[in-house]
């Protein structure tokens, strides 16, 4: 059954980028918008445009009641909701599918799974993706935290079942001090998430980000398109990301996809999502999987020459994938540059007014971003305002595009973070690929001192 209209549960510069894929196929767009949100691009350009509530996020964008009968008022046969917000939200993609609207996403157990940590990871061990050695699953006293923290070697890591966003995360470099760490793990994981259930990994030193994107038909066909690095963050937020990985050899992508697309094969899998995992000496170690479209997206488009947002609306449609794995292809480099509204030295948030906009262009350079001159950043969401993509034919080639790019683009009236991406591309260890996920905040500390 094909679709027809779509209703875009998200803002910003997602909702735009599902908004053009639609039209490319066909397809007519409804936004739903707060009223903070009446003057955006993606409000502008879609069909129809519904407003769903105030300001918070809580009152509109999540707000489900409001989002079906948005869709039901104006007679959408499917619901995108992007990423953040509802997306991995498991009762939330039930309700669209017991009103029989099309949820472009994948099945609700699976979200419901790989949402739980200690359930994702048992569930990727069995389906034969490498763990960080670690607790079997939860721990429940000190006793046995001790005894598997002996068996793996410290320093350990604890870490709570219903983490996010690198919360109730505590590392324990040494057993004398595992008690008192492990119930202020306990503790922060309770206020943050309500629950206090913990479990216990090997802390990796000095790992890279390495994650891989996949497609299911969730009728057990499966492929990979390849990985992202995205070791470049500051606070568990990436701020720059790259395909290929500059570690991988072609023979290591081949191999680990494929443990990856498998997987998804085994569980029949439907849609997009993304595996991701620290690397570290060559080896791969299992943290967590994502069940929507990541904001790095582009870059595997870059380089595979696939549309993703086309490829999951597809397959919510009942259409196979649009190609097997042979017909992947990788060809060159891509980069990705989050450009937030902050301040690119001290991080603080930068809401307000527009005054100027000139977005990069040339060959094989993207912008995905709703900015426009004369537009008001509203202070109440995410502050990533654009990402810049940037393609070239070799990794050295692609890194001096970028540099072209970061000169051209402009915006005035609010501070952002091109400036960092601009002195982030002189460096060395940035130049040769040789990073880690701690290398951004040590880069910073010393920037500062
Ligand atoms: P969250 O969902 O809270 O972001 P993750 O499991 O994705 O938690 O981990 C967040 C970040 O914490 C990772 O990107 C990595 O930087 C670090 N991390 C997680 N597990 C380990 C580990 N076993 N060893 C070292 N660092 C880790």
Redesign the pocket.
């Known amino acids: 059954m094909s679709i027809k209209r779509i209703l875009i549960a998200n803002r910003g510069e997602i909702a735009l980028r599902i908004h053009r894929a639609a039209h490319e196929m066909g397809i007519e767009t409804v936004a739903v918008h707060s009223t903070a949100d009446a003057d955006a691009m993606h409000v502008r350009l879609a069909d129809h445009a519904i407003c769903i509530g105030p300001p918070p996020a809580a009152d509109s964008y999540l707000n489900h009641a409001a989002i079906i009968s948005a869709a039901e008022i104006s007679g959408c046969d499917a619901i995108h909701p992007g990423y953040g917000f509802l997306s991995e939200n498991e009762k939330f993609a039930e309700i669209v599918e017991a009103h029989e609207i099309k949820w472009i996403g994948p099945k609700p157990e699976h979200i419901r799974t790989m949402g739980d940590?200690v359930a994702a990871k048992k569930t990727a061990g069995a389906l034969g993706l490498p763990l960080?050695p670690g607790s079997a699953g939860a721990v429940s006293d000190l006793d046995e935290a001790k005894a598997v923290s002996a068996e793996i070697g410290y320093p350990v890591?604890v870490?709570a079942a219903s983490?996010?966003?690198?919360?109730g995360?505590k590392v324990v470099p040494e057993e004398s001090q595992l008690e008192s760490l492990m119930s202020q793990a306990k503790s922060e994981a309770k206020s943050a998430f309500g629950d206090d259930t913990v479990y216990i990994?090997?802390?990796?030193g000095n790992?890279r980000?390495i994650e891989f994107q996949v497609f299911g038909d969730g009728e057990g066909n499966a492929i990979h398109l390849g990985e992202r690095d995205c070791s470049l963050?500051r606070r568990?937020q990436k701020v720059l990301e790259e395909a290929p990985s500059p570690v991988l050899s072609p023979e290591e992508r081949d191999r680990m996809g494929e443990v990856c697309a498998q997987a998804m094969r085994d569980m029949a899998y439907r849609g997009a999502g993304t595996i991701?995992f620290?690397w570290e000496n060559g080896e791969f170690?299992f943290?967590?999987m994502n069940t929507r479209l990541q904001v790095e997206h582009p870059v595997t488009e870059m380089i595979t020459g696939l549309d993703l947002v086309r490829e999951q609306i597809r397959i919510a449609a009942g259409k196979p994938l649009s190609l097997t794995q042979d017909e992947v292809t990788f060809t060159g480099h891509a980069i990705e540059c989050r450009i937030n509204a902050e301040d690119p030295f001290t991080f603080a948030p930068s809401p307000g007014k527009v005054t100027a906009y000139h977005p990069a262009g040339g060959m094989h350079v993207r912008v995905d971003s709703g900015l426009y001159a004369g537009y008001s950043i509203p202070p109440h969401y995410d502050s990533m305002i654009a990402k810049l993509i940037v393609y070239g034919r070799s990794r050295d080639k692609c890194i001096m595009r970028l540099r072209r790019a970061l000169e051209e683009m402009v915006i005035e009236g609010v501070k952002h973070s091109i400036p960092l991406h601009q002195e982030l591309i002189k460096q060395d260890d940035v130049l040769s690929g040789d990073y880690s996920?701690k290398w951004l905040e040590e880069w910073l500390k010393e920037r500062e001192a």
């Open positions: 940590k960080v890591l870490k983490g996010g966003g690198g919360r995360m990994e090997k802390y990796l790992p980000h963050q568990h991701e620290l170690y943290i967590e996920i």
